[in-house]
């Protein structure tokens, strides 16, 4: 059997050349935190986020070329600017649930950043520290593609000969931000929705007797959101109109039918409280948004539960041969013959152990924070560590395959969460506490993994251009501890935001996570799962209706059980924004096929269409961070319009799918230009 051909990186081990830099570093960090709070507003209220590899590729690269940087700058300023991102999404999938499960009664306490930061820090920490022992092995196996990081790759490599595409992505920014702030300021109406009324009718169930049934059923308009557009715009056609599936499910068949024969007891009791009178149009509205929250969302969340499950199911051979690699891996790291080239060094073995032992030590200290009983918290610990190290070797092989936009990090933690609490259930650890640690578990888990997948692609792009592993790894581990530090912050805006808007509003709401406006889905999940199994108070006929249609899905052949589950969870204004995003790409690729495009202008119509949907996406979510901190310290803004128009929001419509269409279409360039590299999101 030959040898098999040592790799050759673009830029040689030989070669020196500025890597860790101050302003490489210091640009990393600043994209670190913009992209990691970007990506926690996205989350929060859409129920996904957008991969931050290519978005700080070409920042960093604009970024650097003004300042005369080199390629290993741009691809050390891109490893840290990145990790914010698996921060964010470790962040919302968890530690909103410690609130929505009744742990936290207030959100913004310094006690509860203390604990959320530790938590972050830690599970970056280790998805770092066991990336690092697995790193070579995985970088170099060849049955690996790592689609993802081959793009972003390519992307530096192509800056060098050419622009970076940043006007695009900077220029959409603008134009997201300035629709987010028209429609604050409400020169627009950001929604529409009108309650349509049934007429009363008794329902004849023979020898059974009867029913009284009535209710109706509420319109709603897409939200006038930018990033929700351009969240449908990345994911395409056919899995925006999956999701909006999920939403057309909850409110045009779950909320109208269970209205329908609960009304005359709802109508009943109103009319009992106040003097006979007939509920408003504002009544019927505020049942079916009560009915979708505490009726259909657990049904959702049921869905979710089985969808999670499958999707690991239909991992299961990527996931078993995960596992048996890593535990060969880590003897292999252990093994370590010393290297002396530049690009094979990794933090050396003791220094890992250091840094698996500083987390272990401070997971304890967490858990047993939460647990107040050391035996428990101690059996929590080992649990997190095992399940942290396989998981992140998981989840490094899976983005391998896969790229990280598809890694399943929910359906991983959620595998750690329901092990964590039937072993607190068997400890005999119940109520609170043993929510708390369950939690507490599943968070240090899912944030190792978020960060392992992401760490484990940004090393197989810096394996791809020459960069120096330990270089890479320490300098996500201080955009870790930075991301970690201030993640906290934009949660207890947008939470509070929402709270205090909530009490502005007229008609007012109940604001905070798990609110209409912001969902936090997968927290919802974890938090209900946790209560559930701990202290037994889950609403399980409604979990198991879920589950049964989750199963129905599946028998369906359905391509994302996941995605139409969320769509149910998230309100309809979201996923029918998130619909329009993806109409509007495939009118995009009607486009291109009609004028004839080849593969080379498709390229470049897909890479400029993702740049500006990212653009987009940013400039909202930045400016919605701002408008929720005026709501935070209840600042009161000025209204353009008192009644704002919904027939401009139609105008606004119209400019994003206009926007969207013309500015990807018209830079595809000429037929005989050569192909720029792919981007995968």
Not at 666 to 676: I, T, W, Y
């Amino acid at each position: 059997m030959s040898e098999q051909k040592k790799f050759v990186p673009f830029v040689s081990s030989e070669t020196n050349m500025a890597e860790f830099t101050v302003r490489a570093l210091v640009i990393g960090l600043i994209m670190s935190v913009i992209l990691g709070a970007a990506n926690a507003y996205l989350g929060l209220k859409a129920g996904m986020t957008i991969a931050a590899t290519y978005p700080a590729a070409v920042i960093g690269m604009a970024l650097l070329k003004l300042m005369k940087g080199t390629i290993l700058e741009e691809n050390f300023a891109r490893t840290v600017g990145s990790i914010g991102e698996s921060i964010a999404a470790g962040a919302i999938f968890t530690i909103p649930a410690f609130y929505i499960a009744g742990i936290w009664l207030k959100f913004d306490t310094i006690s509860n950043y203390l604990i959320s930061t530790a938590i972050m820090f830690v599970g970056g920490v280790l998805g770092i520290m066991f990336v690092a022992l697995l790193r070579r092995v995985m970088v170099e196996d060849v049955e690996l593609p790592f689609p993802e990081s081959v793009a972003a790759s390519e992307i530096h490599k192509a800056g060098r000969a050419g622009g970076t595409g940043a006007k695009f992505l900077f220029t959409a920014m603008g134009v997201g931000a300035i629709i987010q702030t028209l429609g604050q300021l409400k020169f627009f109406a950001t929604t529409w929705e009108k309650f349509v009324s049934f007429s009363k009718s008794i329902i004849n169930l023979k020898s059974a007797g009867s029913a009284t049934a009535q209710g109706g059923v509420l319109l709603s308009s897409p939200g006038v959101s930018p990033a929700y557009i351009g969240v449908g715009y990345i994911i395409g056609p056919k899995l925006a109109s999956l999701n909006f599936s999920g939403g057309l499910l909850a409110w045009g068949l779950f909320v109208p039918i269970i209205l329908y024969f609960l009304s005359p007891e709802l109508i009943q009791q109103y009319q009992t409280n106040n003097q006979g009178m007939n509920p408003t149009e504002h009544d019927w509205i505020t049942w079916s948004q009560m009915i979708w929250r505490y009726i259909v969302r657990p049904i959702a969340i049921g869905g979710m539960l089985v969808s999670a499950g499958y999707t690991l199911f239909r991992m299961r051979k990527s996931l078993a041969a995960g596992l048996q690699r890593s535990i060969s891996d880590v003897k292999k790291a252990a093994a370590g013959e010393h290297t002396t080239e530049r690009v094979d060094q990794d933090l050396s073995f003791k220094w890992i152990m250091i840094g698996v032992g500083f987390a272990a030590v401070m997971t304890f200290l967490i858990y047993n924070y939460f647990a107040q009983d050391l035996f428990a918290a101690l059996v929590a610990t080992l649990v997190m560590i095992i399940a942290g190290f396989f998981f992140a070797a998981v989840s490094g092989y899976l983005v391998g395959i896969i790229g990280s936009s598809n890694n399943p990090i929910s359906g991983l933690t959620l595998s750690t969460l329901i092990v964590a609490a039937l072993l607190m259930v068997a400890l005999g650890m119940t109520g609170k506490q043993g929510v708390a640690a369950v939690l507490g578990v599943a968070a240090v888990v899912c944030v190792s993994a978020a960060v392992a997948g992401e760490m484990l692609q940004d090393l197989k792009v810096g394996h791809i251009l020459g960069g120096t592993p330990w270089k890479m790894q320490v300098g996500d581990i201080i955009g870790v501890a930075l991301a970690s530090a201030v993640m906290f912050i934009p949660l207890m805006i947008l939470h509070q935001g929402d709270v205090n808007a909530g009490k502005m509003a007229v008609p007012p709401y109940e604001g905070g996570f798990g609110s209409a406006k912001l969902a936090a889905p997968q927290a919802g999940l974890m938090a209900l799962l946790s209560q559930g199994i701990v202290k037994g108070d889950m609403a399980w006929p409604l979990i198991i209706v879920g589950m049964v249609m989750g199963f129905g899905f599946i028998l369906m052949q359905v391509r994302s059980p996941m995605l139409v589950s969320v769509g149910m969870y998230l309100p309809l204004e979201t996923t029918f924004a998130i619909f329009i995003g993806g109409i509007i790409k495939g009118i995009v690729e009607r486009i291109s096929l009609k004028k004839k495009f080849n593969d080379a202008q498709k390229s470049r119509v897909e890479n400029t269409g993702v740049l500006v949907a990212v653009g987009l996406i940013a400039g909202e979510a930045l400016i919605g961070l701002v408008f929720a901190a005026f709501a935070f310290f209840e600042v009161q803004l000025i209204s353009i319009f008192t009644y704002p128009s919904f027939l401009i929001s139609l105008l606004v419509f119209v400019f994003i799918a206009w926007y969207l269409i013309q500015v990807p279409v018209k830079n595809a360039g000429k037929a005989d230009e050569p192909a720029p590299p792919p981007v995968s999101m």
